[in-house]
């Protein structure tokens, strides 16, 4: 049933390494060949075999209204028949920074770019210029793009500061790069007292990267705490939280309030977009109004804005849509507890708005560590048989599952039903 994609795969192998643009679509944690997809529609995505999947992965979190929405469509083909680029303004980025500006307090500007890793690449480099500070804090499990300072792994011993975790990442360039446990306040107090020259915390404040894992409202609150105390500044990345955990993100759910956010997949509604965002303040540190440089080639491309402002606009103007993708995600989440009860299999389920979670594991992890402790193998033969029954849940207990506008009761139930005749086989 997979005999084309494993054909396609084979050959993606000979041109390109490992056949895939991003690791973890090769499927390396579950095994297995990866569906080649040859199109979506609404919930669904469709492999090139001819088999249908309910979609809970959507670009890795984009897409919020499922594929092929028509309204973003529509703007989009309308945008692109009046060109690509322009390498100069248009009226979208505006529109796109108002629609975000307009519903955050702690925001006045926003800089677009084209990815995640760029987001917060650039937010950090702001945050570094403007403390004139140069070590940066994150924690282990967050995933913040693939940029060189912020690939980096616990160190030997007690060190605070990280070590590469990719070849290709010179120690000199993660050095300034501390890390922490996530939820641990002791520990981040502890690195306070270790360097005097934090220039930022960066978090995920629901981290979606080790699958999902919120941070307490304790240990946010200390961020800022500790950030103000010793006048660093909290960046809040809301890559994938942004406009899915909540219409404000983790802003809207915490009391919090992060000084720089970054934003990226929602925003973009599926087309290459990131951005970040602070206070006029803090953002009129960038060139050309200040000395901190940045810039991007494609950087608030009108295709890509178009079809973020429909998707933001839709949002803003139906904010209880919200409330509709929680109560599936809880739907969802509660639904599979409940078969892997009957079958005394342990599982841990969280949502926030349409991001859910589980793990095969007894108690509800805190960090990077505790997730370790769940059951793999068990999720690998989970994901694999669902995928079977048309289910595509992400390819790794590392990631966190997205309901979209789309879903409707009968998917969940369905999905839940072939849950049940997995656990029994697990
Ligand atoms: C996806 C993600 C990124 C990286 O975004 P890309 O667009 O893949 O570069 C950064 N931070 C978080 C929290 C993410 O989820």
Redesign the pocket.
């Known amino acids: 049933m997979f005999e084309k994609s494993q054909k396609a795969y084979s050959e993606a192998k000979d041109v390109i390494p490992g056949g895939v643009d ?1 690791p973890v679509r090769a499927f390396t944690s579950v095994g297995g060949t990866p569906p080649f997809i040859q199109k979506g529609q609404g919930a669904y995505i469709y492999d090139i075999d001819g088999n249908k999947y309910l979609d809970f992965v959507q670009s ?2 984009p897409l919020i209204f499922g594929h092929c929405n028509k309204e973003i469509e529509d703007a989009v083909i309308e945008t692109v028949k009046k060109g690509l680029s322009f390498g100069a303004p248009t009226e979208l980025e505006t529109q796109l920074a108002h629609e975000i500006v307009d519903m955050h307090d702690n925001i006045d500007k926003v800089r677009f770019v084209s ?6 690449m650039s937010a950090i480099r702001l945050a570094r210029g403007v403390t004139k500070r140069d070590d940066i804090l994150k924690f282990e499990g ?5 940029s060189d300072s912020l690939l980096v792994q616990a160190g030997s011993g007690l060190a605070t500061f990280g070590t590469p975790s990719s070849p290709g990442v010179p120690a000199d360039l993660t050095k300034h790069t501390l890390l922490c446990e996530y939820n641990n306040v002791e520990n981040l107090k502890q690195c306070f007292k270790d360097s005097k020259d934090i220039a930022c915390i960066i978090i ?1 404040p629901i981290a ?2 080790m699958g999902l894992v919120p941070a307490s409202a304790e240990f946010l609150k200390a961020c800022r705490d500790l950030c103000d105390e010793h006048g660093a500044l909290l960046i809040f ?5 942004g406009f899915r955990a909540s219409l404000t993100g983790a802003h809207g759910i915490v009391e919090t309030s992060a000084d720089i956010v ?1 934003f ?2 929602v925003i973009g509604a599926g087309m ?1 977009v ?1 951005a970040f965002a602070s206070s006029s303040k803090i953002m009129d540190h960038l060139s050309p109004d200040g000395a901190v440089y940045q810039a991007g080639t494609l950087s608030g491309n009108p295709v890509a804005m178009a079809a973020g402002l429909v998707s933001l606009k839709k949002l803003k103007a139906n904010p209880e849509i919200y409330d509709d993708l929680s109560a599936k995600a809880i739907k969802l989440t509660q639904g599979l507890k409940k078969v892997a009860q009957d079958n005394n299999i342990p599982m841990v389920v969280d949502t926030r708005g349409s991001m859910f979670g589980f793990f095969f594991n007894e108690n509800q992890p805190m960090n990077i560590k505790e997730v370790a402790t769940s059951d793999f193998e068990r999720f690998s033969t989970f994901h694999s048989e669902m995928l079977k029954r048309g289910f595509y849940f992400a390819c790794s207990q590392y990631e966190t599952g997205f309901i979209s506008t789309v879903m409707t009761d009968d998917d969940i139930d369905n999905c839940i039903k072939a849950a049940h005749e997995v656990m029994e086989i697990l």
């Open positions: 991003s890795w979190g990815s995640g890793t760029e987001a917060v967050c995933y913040h793009g693939h995920e979606g990267n990345d809301e890559v994938m939280s970054t990226g997949k290459p990131g």
